[in-house]
C-alpha cells in the first residue's frame, strides 16, 4: 500500500506491459538496424513478424517441429525470404526517396497479409506455449503464465547481445562505419552490397523471432502485423531513428508506461504511443537518443 | 491531328474503365426467382458460430422446401461482412438494389445487424436475423421489416445471469465487447443483477473485433474483487478469454453469458466442463434435432449445428412457408407485408418445434439453460450439454410491453 | 478565361469524364459510381498535397472520416439539409486540419509523415471514445436529408446528381487552386524549399493554408460518402484507410490532374469485382503497391501524359 493505494495491480499491469514492451524491443531493434544502414522505412516489418508466427504454426502443423527449432528455423526462413526480398526489389531504391521504400514494403506487407488471411482466416490459429513453459509462477503480487516471463528475458538477452555486437565487435564497427560513409567502407574492400543485403536478412530475421515468441501469447492472426506496426514506428521514431539502444529502450519503456495507463486509464493505452511522439518530435526532433542531425 | 490522337487515347482509357464497371443486370428467366442472402462473418472471430454452416443450414432449407414450392425457385447467395457495419450495411444495398435478394438472413454482429435492419426498412425488404445478440433488435430500434429468430441478449442474461445470481454469485465484474452486442448484453445482465440486490463492481470494454490478449482486463477483473466474471463477448473472444483466465490462475466464477457448442468445441471439455450457458437449439435435444443434425452433418462434418445455424434453417423454411400463402410476386412488392404474414403464421420445424414470432419480430420458442459436461460425463462425440431448465416462450423472452418497440401499440 | 486555364487536352479529358459521369447511372449502380466520386474527390485533396507541395500526410483519413461523422450526425440529429451536412463535414475537417497541419509543417520530410500519422492515430482513439460516434457501430442508419431542405435525395439518381455536382466543383477548385499564383508558390516548395524561403514566401504559411484546403475538401468528400451509404464508421478513420489513398494517387499518377480520378475508378472497381473472394483485395492492392514502385512511378496518367507528352 502506497498512498492508501493498493500497488499491486499497477505492479501487475507493468510486468504485463513489459511483456509487450518485449516485442516492441524487438521489433524496433530491427526497425532501426534497417534505417540506420539501408535508409528504408520497412513498413513490411509487422507482416515479417507475422510471417514469424505463421512459419512456426507450419512447421508443427506440416512437419511436427516444435517450438524450440522453430525459434531457429523460422528467424532464418523469414530472414532468407528478407535477403530474397533486398537482392530482387529493395536494392533498386536506394537512389530514391524515403517514399518509395516505405511505399514498396507496404505493398509486400499488404502482400502477405492477404495471403495469410486467405489461408488461416482473421481471427487466425493457435499455437500452445511449449511444454517446458508451462504454468504459472506467483511473483506474490499476481500469478504470471511462466511462458510471458520467458518472453521478457530471452527478448532482453536478445536486444542487449546485438547491441553489444554492433557496439564491441569488428563486424559491428564495419556496420557502424557503412552506416556513416558506404563509399569510404566500400574502398577498404568490404562487400558493402552483400553487407547490406545481410543487414536486412538479419532485421528481418529478428522480426521473425518475435513472431515465434509472441505465437503462443497472442495466437497466429493475420492482423497481428498491422497491430504492431505502426506503434513499433513510434518507437523508433521515439527513440531516435537509426538509434539501437534507443529503439531497445523506448520499447521497453513503452510497454512500462502502457501497463502503467492500463492501470488507470485503459482505454487509452493505444494512443499514449502517439502523444510521447507527437511531444518528442516536437519538443526533441532527433528522437529521445538521437544525434541531431 | 495530333489532339485527336490524344483524346481518343483518354476516351478508351476511361471507356475501358467504364466497360469493366458492375453494370446492371438484365434477367429473363423463365421461373420467377427468390433469392436469400446468407451474410454473415466467414473468416473472424465468429466464423464458426456462423460462417460456412448458417449458409448450409439455409441450403438445406431450401433443398427441403424445394417439391412444395409453388411456381418459384430459390437462390443462396453469400458475403462475408467483416464484423464491419459500414460494409455489411453496403453490401445489404447492394444486394437488395442490384442483386434482386428478397430476404437477408443469419447477420451476426449487432452493430452490422442494425446497420442491415436499418437497409431491410428502406428498401422494405426482409431481413430475418438468426445470428445477432442485441434485445434493441425486437425493443427500441425494431422495425417492421426484421425478424428477430433465435436468441437475444435479454434472454441470456434472464437465463444464464439468473442461474448464476441464484447459486450466489452477486457481485460482477464484466469483460465486455466494445459495440453493441457486448454493451447490450452487459446492460440487460446488469438489471437483472441489480434487481437481485446485486452489485457490479466495474467493467472493461476492450475494441473489437482485433483483441487477442485478455490478460490486463483478467487482472482488473481480479483485483475488483467482484465474485463473477461476466463474459459480455462471443466467439473467439469468449474463448480467449477463458482460456486465460486460466493461465493467470483467476479464482472467480466465469460467467459466459453468450457461448455456442461450437465454443465448447474449441475449448474442450476440461476447459469448458462445469459452465452454464443458454441456447435455444442443442443438437442432441429429441429426435428431430437428432435427425436435422443427421441432415447437416454431411456438409459441415467438423462443425456440429448451433443454436444460430439452426435459426437460419428454420427462418428461412418459415420465410419460404409464408411465400407460398402471399405469392411469388408479394416479397418483390412490400417486404412489410411478408413479415406481417410471417408473423400471423404459426412456426413449426425440426430445430425449435412449434412456436410463433410476435408482434415487435421476436421469435417465441424455449430457452435451455444447459451445464457443459466434464470429460467423465461426456459419451461421445459432441456430446456436450446437460439439460438444467427449460423456459417456455413466456418467460424466456422480455415481455412484449418491455422493449419500447414503436410497433407495439399500448 | 472560358478554360480555366485548362489546356486543350485536359478539356478534352474533362468533356470525357463530365460524359461519363453523366451517362454512367443509366449502365451503372449509381450507388458505386458516387462511392468511385467520394473517393476520387478525396484522393484529389491528398493531391493537392502530395502531387503540388510534397507533403505525405499519412493519417488523410482522419480529415475524411471527421467529414463522415459531422455529416452523418447532422443529418441524423439536427436534421439539417444536406448541403449544410457537407458543408460541416468540410468545416470541421479544415479545422482539424488547420490545428494538426500547424502541428505538423513544423518538421519536414518523413517526420512530417509520422507526426500526421500520429495524429491521425489520436483522432481513430477519439473517435472510438467520443460518445457521438457510436463507437464501433458507428453512426447508423442515417436519413438522406433534404437538399436545400426540401429536395428529397431519397432516390439513388437523386443525391447522385448532388454528389456528381459536388464532385465537379471540388475537381474544379483543386484544378483552380493548382494553377493559381498560390499554386505556383506551393510548387516553388515542393521543388526547392530553401530557395523558396530565400525568395521570400512564409513557407509555412503556404502550406498550413494548402493543409488546411486539402483537409476540408477531404472532409465533404467524407461527408458526401456518410450521406450516400447511410452510415459513418470507424472503417473510415483508420490508418489502413490513409494508406488507400496514398494508393490510389500512386497508381492514377501524384501531380496530374486527373491521376488520382484514375486512381480512384480503378481501385473501387478491384474492390467490388474482388471482394467476394477474400483478401484478394489486399493482395491486389499489395501487388499493385509494389508494381508502381518498381515499374510505373508516375502512376498511369503521368505514363500516359509522359508518353504522349501532355500534362493530364
Known amino acids: 500500500m502506497l498512498f492508501g493505494y493498493n500497488l499491486s495491480p499497477i505492479l501487475a499491469q507493468s510486468v504485463l506491459g513489459m511483456v509487450n514492451g518485449a516485442f516492441y524491443a524487438l521489433l524496433s531493434l530491427g526497425l532501426a538496424i534497417i534505417f540506420g544502414l539501408l535508409n528504408i522505412i520497412n513498413f513490411a516489418h509487422g507482416a515479417l513478424y507475422m510471417l514469424g508466427a505463421v512459419v512456426s504454426y507450419l512447421l508443427l502443423h506440416f512437419l511436427g517441429i516444435g517450438y524450440w527449432p522453430a525459434l531457429v528455423l523460422a528467424p532464418l526462413i523469414v530472414g532468407a525470404f528478407g535477403v530474397l526480398l533486398e537482392r530482387t526489389m529493395i536494392n533498386r531504391l536506394y537512389k530514391l526517396d524515403h517514399l518509395y521504400g516505405l511505399l514498396l514494403t507496404f505493398g509486400v506487407a499488404l502482400i502477405l497479409e492477404g495471403i495469410v488471411r486467405n489461408s488461416i482466416g482473421s481471427s487466425g490459429v493457435t499455437y500452445s506455449v511449449p511444454e517446458a513453459l508451462r504454468g504459472a509462477t506467483r511473483l506474490g503480487f499476481m500469478i504470471m503464465p511462466t511462458y510471458r516471463l520467458w518472453v521478457v528475458v530471452a527478448s532482453f538477452v536478445i536486444c542487449i547481445t546485438t547491441w553489444l555486437i554492433l557496439e564491441k565487435t569488428p563486424i559491428g564497427a564495419t556496420l557502424r562505419a557503412a552506416t556513416e560513409n558506404a563509399a569510404l567502407v566500400q574502398s577498404f574492400g568490404v562487400n558493402v552490397p552483400r553487407l547490406i543485403t545481410l543487414t536486412y536478412g538479419a532485421g528481418v530475421g529478428l522480426a521473425g523471432l518475435a513472431g515465434v515468441m509472441a505465437a503462443p501469447v497472442y495466437s497466429v492472426n493475420p492482423n497481428m502485423g498491422s497491430d504492431v506496426i505502426i506503434v513499433v514506428f513510434a518507437v523508433v521514431v521515439i527513440g531516435g531513428m537509426g538509434s539501437i539502444l534507443g529503439s531497445i529502450l523506448t520499447g521497453f519503456g513503452l510497454g512500462l508506461l502502457e501497463g502503467l495507463t492500463k492501470s488507470i486509464y485503459p482505454e487509452a493505452s493505444g494512443v499514449v504511443v502517439f502523444v510521447l511522439m507527437i511531444v518528442v518530435l516536437l519538443t526533441r526532433p532527433a528522437g529521445l537518443f538521437g544525434k541531431a542531425a | ?410 | 478565361m472560358f478554360s480555366l486555364g485548362f489546356t486543350r487536352p485536359q478539356l478534352i479529358a474533362l468533356a470525357v469524364m463530365v460524359a461519363v459521369i453523366a451517362i454512367a447511372p443509366m449502365a451503372v449502380y449509381p450507388v458505386f459510381m458516387m462511392k468511385i466520386m467520394c473517393f476520387a474527390l478525396f484522393a484529389c485533396a491528398f493531391n493537392l498535397l502530395i502531387g503540388y507541395v510534397g507533403l505525405l500526410s499519412f493519417g488523410h483519413a482522419a480529415y475524411f472520416g471527421m467529414g463522415c461523422y459531422l455529416s452523418a450526425y447532422a443529418a441524423k440529429h439536427w436534421g439539417f439539409p444536406a448541403e449544410i451536412c457537407v458543408l460541416l463535414g468540410g468545416i470541421v475537417a479544415a479545422a482539424m486540419g488547420a490545428v494538426f497541419g500547424a502541428i505538423a509543417i513544423k518538421r519536414q520530410g518523413i517526420y512530417f509523415s509520422m507526426i500526421t500519422l500520429a495524429l491521425a492515430q489520436f483522432t481513430y482513439f477519439l473517435c472510438t471514445q467520443m460518445a457521438f460516434t457510436g463507437g464501433e457501430d458507428g453512426i447508423q442508419n442515417v436519413p438522406r436529408p433534404f437538399l436545400l431542405g426540401f429536395l428529397s435525395l431519397s432516390n439513388d439518381m437523386a443525391i447522385y446528381w448532388m454528389v456528381a455536382v459536388v464532385f465537379l466543383v471540388g475537381f474544379l477548385a483543386i484544378f483552380r487552386i493548382i494553377h493559381s499564383p498560390f499554386g505556383q508558390v506551393l510548387k516553388a516548395i515542393r521543388e526547392n524549399e530553401p530557395r523558396a524561403i530565400s525568395l521570400g514566401y512564409r513557407v509555412d504559411d503556404y502550406k498550413l493554408l494548402a493543409f488546411v484546403l486539402s483537409t476540408f475538401i477531404a472532409g465533404a468528400a467524407g461527408g458526401m460518402k456518410s450521406l450516400v451509404f447511410g452510415i459513418a464508421s470507424l472503417s473510415d478513420v483508420t490508418w489502413q484507410a490513409s494508406g488507400q489513398i496514398v494508393l490510389t494517387n500512386l497508381l492514377g499518377g501524384m501531380g496530374t490532374v486527373f491521376g488520382p480520378v484514375v486512381g480512384a475508378v480503378i481501385i473501387n472497381t478491384l474492390e467490388f469485382y474482388l471482394s467476394p473472394f477474400g483478401s484478394w483485395v489486399t493482395i491486389t492492392q499489395g501487388l499493385i503497391f509494389v508494381a508502381c514502385v518498381m515499374v510505373f512511378r508516375r502512376g498511369v496518367i503521368g505514363e500516359l501524359g509522359a508518353r504522349f507528352k501532355v500534362a493530364l
Not at chain 2, 429468430?149 to 454469485?169: F, I, R
Not at chain 2, 482485433?210 to 490486463?216: A, I, K, L, Q, V
Not at chain 2, 429426435?287 to 462443425?303: E, G, Y
Not at chain 2, 450439454?385 to 399500448?410: F, H, I, M
Open chain 2, 1 to 410: 491531328m495530333e489532339i485527336s490522337r490524344r483524346s481518343l487515347l483518354n476516351t478508351v482509357a476511361t471507356g475501358a474503365a467504364v466497360s469493366a464497371l458492375p453494370l446492371r443486370r438484365a434477367r429473363a428467366q423463365a421461373k420467377p426467382v427468390i433469392k436469400i442472402g446468407v451474410l454473415n462473418d466467414q473468416s473472424g472471430p465468429y466464423r464458426d458460430t456462423g460462417g460456412t454452416t448458417s449458409v448450409v443450414c439455409t441450403k438445406q432449407a431450401v433443398a427441403e422446401f424445394a417439391s412444395q414450392m409453388s411456381g418459384y425457385t430459390v437462390e443462396v447467395i453469400t458475403a462475408d461482412h467483416q464484423n464491419k457495419p459500414d460494409v455489411g450495411a453496403a453490401i445489404a444495398r447492394q444486394w437488395y438494389d442490384q442483386e434482386g435478394v428478397d430476404m437477408i438472413i443469419d447477420v451476426p454482429n449487432s452493430g452490422v445487424a442494425l446497420a442491415v435492419a436499418g437497409v431491410a426498412k428502406d428498401k422494405n425488404k426482409v431481413h430475418i436475423n438468426s445470428g445477432a445478440a442485441t434485445s434493441d433488435l425486437t425493443g427500441a430500434q425494431c422495425n417492421a421489416n426484421i425478424v428477430h429468430w433465435t436468441y437475444d441478449t435479454w434472454m441470456l442474461a434472464q437465463s444464464t445471469g439468473g442461474a448464476t445470481v441464484k447459486a450466489g454469485g452477486d457481485s460482477w465484474y464484466f469483460i465486455t465487447a466494445d459495440y453493441a452486442f457486448g454493451h447490450k448484453l452487459e446492460s440487460d445482465t446488469t438489471d437483472l443483477i441489480k434487481a437481485a440486490k446485486g452489485s457490479v463492481k466495474g467493467s472493461s470494454s476492450y475494441p473489437f473485433p482485433g483483441t487477442t490478449d485478455f490478460s490486463s482486463f483478467l487482472l482488473q477483473a481480479q483485483s475488483s474483487g467482484a465474485k463473477v466474471l461476466g463474459l459480455a463477448n462471443a466467439g473467439g473472444d469468449t474463448i480467449n478469454s477463458i482460456k486465460q483466465a486460466k493461465e493467470f490462475g483467476l479464482t472467480m466464477d466465469i460467467a459466459a453469458l453468450l457461448m455456442f457448442i461450437t465454443d465448447v468445441n474449441a475449448l474442450g471439455l476440461d476447459v469448458a466442463g462445469g459452465l452454464h450457458l443458454t441456447e435455444s437449439f442443442y443438437w442432441d435435444l429429441n429426435d428431430k434435432t437428432r435427425a436435422f443434425t443427421k441432415r447437416i452433418l454431411p456438409q459441415s462434418p467438423d462443425n456440429y449445428p448451433n443454436m444460430d445455424h439452426a435459426g437460419c434453417y428454420a427462418g428461412s423454411l418459415h420465410f419460404m412457408k409464408t411465400i407460398n400463402k402471399m405469392g411469388v410476386a408479394a416479397p418483390k412488392a412490400s417486404g412489410r407485408d411478408i413479415v406481417t404474414a410471417m408473423k400471423a403464421i404459426p412456426t413449426e420445424d425440426d430445430c425449435f418445434g412449434k412456436g410463433s414470432i410476435r408482434e415487435d419480430g421476436r421469435g417465441m420458442f424455449n430457452s435451455y439453460l444447459f451445464q457443459v459436461k466434464k470429460p467423465a460425463e461426456s459419451k461421445g462425440k459432441w456430446d456436450y450439454y446437460k439439460l438444467v431448465q427449460t423456459s417456455e416462450p413466456a418467460q424466456a423472452w422480455r415481455p412484449l410491453n418491455a422493449g419500447g418497440c414503436p410497433l407495439v401499440k399500448a
